[in-house]
């Protein structure tokens, strides 16, 4: 098989496979094995299918391609550079695994024009890819064939199969007939302990039919046979698993096929060995002109400027540009502000997963890019808003998606719809569950995506479910993670301004933490403002420098309320402040802070959680009225009694703290 | 069917389903639909096959039983009520889901006697069970069968079957052959947000069978069907999938088969319906005499006493007794602090990774009952030590399991060989990947396994894998769970007392921070004394009071030895305290916690990663030298100095907060 210049795609190949052997060397670093295992795939793929266009990477109706192998991200580089992307210049292939190229040792999305995810904690990408074929879908429901119909194309290893949150997608993505889905799975039976056998008996393209994909077997190195699966995948009515026998660290003569090419450079000898093997008589890092030139003919440039007229033709093209950018407009923003100053005027006694599933009703109709879904509590998280319409296989057009039981794939897909553009994902479970889904939102904050994570059921007060649905760590431990902001409002104007201040947050996610349990209403001002956005502030103030600093969030705050008052009663002046979001706060100017906080003033913190993390704001001086461990099954009135979580250990603590 | 007292076994059915749906009546909360849907598939289980003696729930040699679909605990509960486990009284029947009972609202290890694990968290239950069935092979092919003969038996759900933690659980099992496994899979079609086809296509049974699971489809309400699906179960080579159509809520005259017997109480009149369907006529919580004495022939009482007689007639009583018991005996504990003196003496300067490997090599040939593996990282976890023998399907004589990557698989089967017993399990992988099996680290915590969680790859140091590979947050999201030590021991000494105190911590899981990078020795004492064991300690102290406390943690204590020599020069003192388990440091008592930092001395803390839960130790004043977000690929040297973690950034610090 030739390129148009005559250059067979097997020297295309092996200039990957050079470049690979290369610069993990140079790196003393990296993952030699799997490019130089798929550079055939690879090759036959991206110069002959895959519609991209090197000068413009953000293309939307490109294809996606997703290298869910993170770690051999040689592979992708290779190819970028290859294929002509700008930045990937071949002094970065050269600093690989250096500070401040943009060869990192996983792909990273954002760093790397032409990486389309950050890959490498596995699983996630072909995860992510589901999440991207489905907003291709989803996109194309509401713009059409002209303007949206392209393809996700996978490559995933053993190891990608191997993890849990690969059967959630792969399930999601039979259920949904995302047939515009291809994953090419590197069969190469090794993993880095060894043979797979050693950990894995499983019959995978059993396994993808059982979750109603389409599956062919090939040899991996054959290039018509990768040609033909490829170009069948194209017409099929399921996403398709391409199973690709492949030899790993194909070429070197010592190593393939065995686990010592996987992770480390193969050494001087070796490569030595595999230039000799592959007839490639070319030096480090040099690729013969030919070779060069075969390459920069890959890609659909024309078919961008077809669609590029297409989009400029269409009456649909301002709607498209704007769905496409994220960004909230002047009809999201008001809505958004409309919302919260009917809340303020209304003032309603709602539990915050309630008047978040108000707030998202408000909003959505205005809001088209806003779609998500549940874990199979659509009951529960209220983000089922009446009348949005379901996602379903071959039915795209709907806003909403029954995810199934499945919150780590939830998560992931969520990454992958906000990566691909034109749609802001909500995905809902009980805040206990984040757990279930962690590594996705530690990429959703990695990679900087504005996924809203819709938590509820955020404390014991979820009642009788008892510790293992109870989340006293969970908001610690979403704190701990950078570029994560949590809310936990405390009622129903709260909730509004939550809602508002996630959607126009763009980089990175933002989980809202709600109560089962219903809320009085705290704010009597006009919601003019949106108080929560610098993410604590004076709920209730004192005539004169308070004794005391009371600070709440979500449910809790109502404690501090109560715990004010009946310290005012015995002459001590207590300050409440609602502290919806500690991250937000704590980023604020020393000035603010302490105008909030002010220094050498007792606090005393009121949150059903652990205290972990809190000293930040209060001091270790300061009190904490929450848990200290585990949960317990019980009505959750009877549960706040039991652990101490009332307005009177509040006002205790406050009178304890001015004691001594 | 008839039970030995004639009694129908339908009648005995009808018992479950009277008493869950009185009990979730009268709390208010709860799940009848499933105990009145698998009341059938339960009761001939348990009265026809199901090894167990009432009056001995810790019975070695018992089958187990795990409700993986944790949320229909009344099923649970009237089992154990009619069966006639002691604690289980009709009262704690009737209390269910109040304060105070051990009728939880989903079943908890150590709180109620008879419930072999805590679940509720969907696809943790499945998952425990391939641990315990694991467990169970590996002890008999100590043990034999004279004293180790049992089987373990799940009821799972839709949600337990869509987790992505239940693919690498039966995967796992597939492969290992546990054929004493057997999964009752409720196929009731029905979820909480509704049917089942609102979010799974799945050919279940296909994907079993793709897994290396035999089986099989009954209807389950035909309890012939069910007898001999379970009989034939007992005879596969292979671990079994029995899928039991049921009809969720069965009896219920409106809302059987429909969600809405799934996750509320019935309500009266739906109840009296339902009594009225299954011709039971009898009052709230009673049950007919025949009914009571029909059920407490289930069991088997008298294998039990059989077995007693066989255990005090083996060679092999003592050495069985000593490795069910979990407790270190002499032998390990002299292994231990033999180890632990002569790293004392030999001052290795290794990478912490290295000195843990060393440590687990020093003691397992002492210790049996260690066994544990990794998720496809044994190279770079190091604790596949020399000449362990390896589990394999078949051949369950060996210490070593090779996981693959399946890290909550993983974690989830050291829960389920924890509860099972005979073994102290140790599972590995990268510190970052803890955020793969949290949900599981979660239930260790909660259930008090002492798994060990070898986490290796600590920090930035490991280098150029990047972001994606550095924890900066997971210390702090560990941290901050309730009953879980974590510990990042300085130096080969400090991993070697690591070791000694998470193996003789029992009451909770230990995870072990290990470094990629080698760290120099720091200790110049004779090892003697653990001084690990109270979190932190003195490690350099000054001639008078110190002008400034230095805190270290893991591979930046030695950071702080050198600073505190930097600002020695200078005239300035500094103390250095290397504190590898914060936790316990916390724990101990006010006057040990001011002895090694005073109140009123400044400190500066040094951790490669983020500050969050630190100000509990050194004040909101303290000064932290470590990493504010992600990390970044590059070497491990380049990013210390990129990032400022270093020594001189330490003595900076130190004397920033001195000048203030």
Redesign the interface.
Known sequence: MKASNGTPLTDMANAIRALSMDAVQA?N??HPGMPMGMADVATVLWSRHLKFDPAAPAWADRDRFVLSA?HGSMLLYSLLHLTGFEDMTLDQIKRF?????IT???P?YGHTPGVEA??????QGISMAVGMALAERMLNARFGDELVDHRTWVIAS??DL???????AI??A??LGLNRLCVLWDDNEI???GP?E???????L??F????WAVSRIDGHDLAAIDAAIEAAKTSDQPVLIACKTTIGYGAPTKAGKASSHGAPLGDEEIAGARKALSWEHGPFEIPDPVVEAWRTAGAPDEHVAWTERLAASDKADAFVAQLSGEPGQGELTALEAWRQKVAEDKPALATRAASGKALEAIIGEWPALAGG?A?????NLTKTPDVG?VK?GDYAGQYI?????E??MAACANGMSLHGGFRPHVATFL??A??C??SI??S??MGQPVVYVMTHDSIGL???????QP??TL??L?????VEVIRPADALETAEAWEMALKRLEGPTILALSRQKVPHLRDDNGRDNRSERGAYILADTDRTPDVVLIGTGTETALAVDAAAALKAEGIEARVVSAPCLERFQAQDAAYRAQVVPAGIPCVAVEAA????W??II??EGAFVGM???G????AE??YD?FGITAKAVADAARGLLKS
């Open positions: 790196a670093s990296g993170g695994r250096q500070l401040g190229s990192a040792g996983h990273e950050t890959t490498g904690p596995l699983g053993d190891g191997q993890e849990g949150v690969s059967h959630e399930s999601l039979g259920h993993s880095i302990d797979t050693l950990s894995e008996s499983t019959d995978v059993k396994r039919e059982a979750a109603g549940s199979d509590l659509a009951g529960s379901v296989a029954h995810f199934g039981v499945r780590h794939g206990v569950f757990d279930y962690r590594p530690r990429l904050a990695l009642g009788e479910d008892g510790p293992t649905h006293v760590e610690a431990s704190r701990a993670m950078p570029n652990l205290r972990f993390g000293d930040g001091g270790r200290t461990g585990f317990a099954s019980a009505p009877a549960l039991h």
